[in-house]
């Protein structure tokens, strides 16, 4: 792993100095960050936790991420989630029936994700959804769907950039302050939806905190908001930049 990271390997015969590391233990692939302050490590859990959770008492097909997915009747849509991270609204999705696409550009993100795959491939209850609606490709978002066959295209194309840096509110949980180090701060993102516009046959989906700006100029087609979470809907087509928005809510 480190060979394919270019990271250097950290022994108890030869320490290495850093502020963060990758640490393989007997259970699973962990990013810990060093420091009297540093929070716990960063892993990718779909059996237990949050996940979990989501997936048993989420609300269905009928919370605002399947909704803004377009999840009706037994449809199971194709999804590319161009902007992974560590997977947990893909995971979502999938065991609401899409087919995912999972494409994570950092390659140490990428790490712990395909190790969080991994391990939940092997699980009785969610081993099959892992292995069946959900693959991961390590690449940069413009340049994957860029090399696509139209006949490649997928139905909805889902981007969740990093949100905007907290000032005045609580710090953002440990694992956005982490994935943030690795990742920046998805500068490119106004360019990846419009790549990502041509690209769906049927929308593009874009998660925002629920009072922050659009993600471009152009407003999106309609939104689906909750108490924390804004979900921008695009339509595969040019758009008037004040073009105005059709607005739902919800209460999860």
Request: net charge positive; glycine share 6%; proline share 8%.
């Amino acid at each position: 792993m480190a060979t394919e990271l270019a990271l250097p390997l950290a022994t108890e015969q030869s320490p290495v100095s850093a502020t963060h590391y990758l640490v393989l233990t007997h259970e699973r692939l962990e990013l810990r960050e060093q420091g009297p302050s540093a929070p716990g490590p960063v892993y990718v859990d779909f059996i237990t936790g949050a996940a979990d959770y989501r997936r048993r008492w989420g609300g269905g097909r009928q919370q605002p991420l399947a909704r803004a997915v377009g999840l009706k009747g037994s449809a199971g849509p194709t999804v590319i989630d161009l902007t992974a991270g560590l997977g947990q609204d893909a995971f979502v999705l999938a065991c609401l029936g899409c087919s995912l696409r999972l494409v994570e550009r950092s390659p140490i993100i990428a790490a712990l994700l395909r190790d969080g795959l991994r391990r939940a491939s092997l699980h009785p209850d969610i081993g099959a959804v892992v292995t069946q609606r959900m693959r991961l490709q390590i690449a940069d978002g413009r340049d994957y769907l860029s090399g696509l066959h139209e006949s490649q295209w997928p139905d909805v194309i889902y981007l969740d950039p990093m949100y905007p840096q907290r000032r005045k509110t609580a710090l953002a949980s440990k694992e956005m302050r982490l994935l943030r180090v690795l990742a920046g701060d998805d500068l490119d993102a106004p360019e990846l939806l419009t790549t990502a516009l041509i690209h769906a046959r049927r929308r593009v989906v874009v998660k925002r905190p629920r009072r922050a700006p659009a993600l471009s100029e152009a407003m999106p087609d309609a939104q689906i908001i909750a108490p924390n979470t804004r979900f921008d809907l695009y339509l595969p087509h040019p758009k008037a930049v004040c073009k105005p928005a059709l607005t739902s809510t919800a209460t999860d």
